[in-house]
């Protein structure tokens, strides 16, 4: 089975900082990953996904995130946050067969001061 | 504009009296959807899986006499919670399978029960 670890619970950063939401995953087989994020009272709202190829992964907000397999990692970027970034975020995996099963972690809150 | 559309979005009602959420696909026909639970400050949990004109499959630990679902149209999904109690106050999303693309997720519910 797969499963998901978000170490940090909440990440506080000062706006215009760079921030990074740490993800690692665990499975026996090939995985799909994913982050995505839920504002207050909302629904989930995928940022960004990684099937295959390049493991650099573009995503919407500028935010970028990048798979790495030996390390079991798929870390979330921004190189500049603003006020309006604040929210939960969660990553999330997927056997590579479809994306029925998500698993997701705990989810870190990003605090994004000014 | 939201694709996945989902009602209320914040009810509040009695302890024994069953409620009522709906989860309506607005650009897919959807033959599966899914409903999460969340609890405060925690992750999304899958309760079950809902399938168009047929059972839900429930996932364990789920008591699917308490956590009633129907699927009888490709649009729209249905989770009934009977007899709630305070317990069973929590956030309820639901998300649409679109075959090769990733789930989209309604807003959520927030459910309090007095």
């Known amino acids: 089975a797969q499963s998901v670890t978000q170490l940090d619970s909440q990440v506080p950063v000062f706006e215009e900082a760079p921030v990074e939401l740490r993800c690692n995953y665990s499975?026996?087989?090939?995985?799909?990953l994913f982050w995505y994020v839920q504002y207050p009272n909302q629904g989930l709202q995928l940022l960004l996904k990684y099937l295959s190829g390049s493991t650099l992964v573009k995503g919407i907000n500028g935010f970028e995130a990048e798979f790495n397999k030996s390390q079991t990692s798929f870390h979330l970027r921004k190189p500049s946050v603003h006020i309006s970034d604040t929210a939960e975020y969660f990553c999330a995996v997927t056997l590579n067969t479809g994306f029925q099963k998500l698993v997701f972690g705990t989810g870190t809150r990003l605090l994004v001061s000014p | 504009g939201a694709v996945v559309s989902q009602h209320p979005s914040w009810v509040i009602c009695k302890s024994g009296t069953s409620v009522k959420i709906e989860c309506r696909s607005l650009d897919f026909q959807a033959t599966t959807m899914f409903w999460y639970r969340q609890f405060p400050k925690q992750s999304l949990m899958l309760m079950a899986t809902?399938?168009?004109?047929?059972?839900?499959?429930?996932e364990q630990g789920v008591e699917k006499d308490k956590f009633l679902i129907n699927h009888a149209s490709l649009t729209l999904s249905t989770l009934t919670v009977t007899s709630a109690h305070p317990e069973d106050s929590s956030f309820y999303i639901c998300?649409?399978?679109?075959?090769?693309?990733?789930?989209?997720f309604g807003d959520g519910t927030r459910l309090s029960i007095l």
């Open positions: 809902s399938n168009e004109g047929s059972k839900a499959t429930y």
């Open positions: 499975s026996s087989v090939s995985v799909y």
């Open positions: 998300s649409v399978d679109r075959g090769d693309q990733p789930q989209h």
